[in-house]
């Protein structure tokens, strides 16, 4: 990055491997140093890093470069596209700064560049008399313009990151890494995010709706109040609660679940408590004990097979047979129409049959 005054052409120069807004913040702090202030408006060219979108009236900065301008009291007037007037006054430099610091240079590291731009830009460029103004670029600069700048900053600059992290399902959001909850109502949105070095900050269209401590890459900050009771526990890895709720139903199937805990990482076998408190729910508090007990004796500590023994103990009563009774028939005769009347065979027939 190059930066020079506009009236006396005292340059600096900031070598740097990559162009991002933070190399491009890390050089004006280099600038204001070198410089010994602040200047009120800083002109860039439209790169990326600076401008989001380039128009001549209504530029887009980019939040953390606009952010940083705030911060230390300059003004960004961005070059016009396509506007040698404009353009000319940063272009021009890149091939001078090239040519003249670094041609036929041999430099090894980025300090070593950079010293070496430091000392070029004072002890050479700086002092050798411009063509135009018939100055020294230096003397004129102390002269003229270094008591128009603004305070150098005191201390440095806190680089924040700026994302838009979506809300996942288990209410938190991924920031530089890091973890962090968020409240029920947000799963699912995207929110704005500002990370620096001590807070991180979640907007919802520019309105502040949570706050938390800075956690290193892989860290996680959880707030209890932002999610249901019901989901605290798993939350906040609360293994005491769970202990505590177990031994709520019985003395054995507290002494199971801290059986079921004891682990060097406790947190990673809650959901095996979980299950001993479904099947609470499901066989009854009763039922459990018994069976928690039987296991404990027998050293079995594992939630599938003690759900085998609650089976084997409880055998179901067979159901009461009780006597179906029949229909009564629609067309059923009385018995005594089936019934043969015998008699007694006369003389009268007996005549007869001779």
Request: hydrophobic share 35%; aromatic share 8%.
């Amino acid at each position: 990055m190059d930066l020079h005054s506009g009236v006396s052409r005292f340059r600096f120069a900031w070598p740097c491997f990559r162009e991002t807004t933070e190399s491009a913040i890390e050089a004006c702090e280099e600038a204001w140093e070198f410089y010994g202030g602040i200047f009120r408006v800083v002109i860039p060219d439209n790169t990326k890093t600076i401008v989001d979108r380039s128009d001549p009236i209504h530029p887009r900065i980019n939040r953390t470069f606009l952010e940083y301008a705030q911060s230390r009291g300059f003004h960004i007037d961005p070059t016009r596209v396509r506007s040698p007037k404009d353009k000319a006054r940063t272009e021009r430099s890149v091939p001078f700064v090239r040519d003249d610091c670094f041609g036929g240079e041999r430099l090894l590291t980025i300090d070593q560049t950079r010293d070496h731009a430091r000392r070029w830009c004072l002890e050479d460029a700086g002092m050798r008399r411009h063509r135009r103004t018939l100055r020294i670029p230096r003397e004129h600069f102390e002269a003229e313009e270094k008591s128009h700048l603004l305070d150098p900053p005191t201390e440095r600059y806190d680089i924040p990151i700026w994302c838009d992290p979506k809300i996942g399902r288990d209410q938190l959001a991924t920031v530089a890494k890091a973890l962090y909850s968020l409240p029920t109502r947000f799963i699912g949105n995207k929110l704005t995010a500002r990370a620096d070095r001590h807070l991180v900050r979640f907007y919802d269209a520019h309105r502040l709706v949570k706050t938390h401590p800075r956690k290193p890459a892989g860290g996680r900050s959880i707030d209890s109040d932002d999610y249901p009771l019901h989901k605290t526990v798993y939350a906040m890895r609360d293994v005491d609660y769970l202990q505590r709720q177990a031994t709520s139903h019985g003395e054995s199937v507290g002494r199971y679940a801290e059986a079921l805990l004891d682990a060097p990482l406790p947190w990673i076998r809650m959901r095996r408590v979980y299950a001993l408190l479904g099947l609470v729910r499901r066989y009854g508090a009763k039922r459990v004990e018994e069976a928690c007990r039987i296991a404990l004796e027998a050293d079995i500590v594992n939630v599938k097979r003690l759900e085998r023994v609650i089976n084997r103990r409880h055998v179901p009563d067979p159901p009461h047979s009780v006597p179906k009774a029949l229909p009564p028939a629609r067309f059923l005769r009385p018995a005594g129409q089936f019934a043969v009347e015998r008699r007694e065979p006369s003389s009268t027939d007996a005549g007869g049959d001779r």
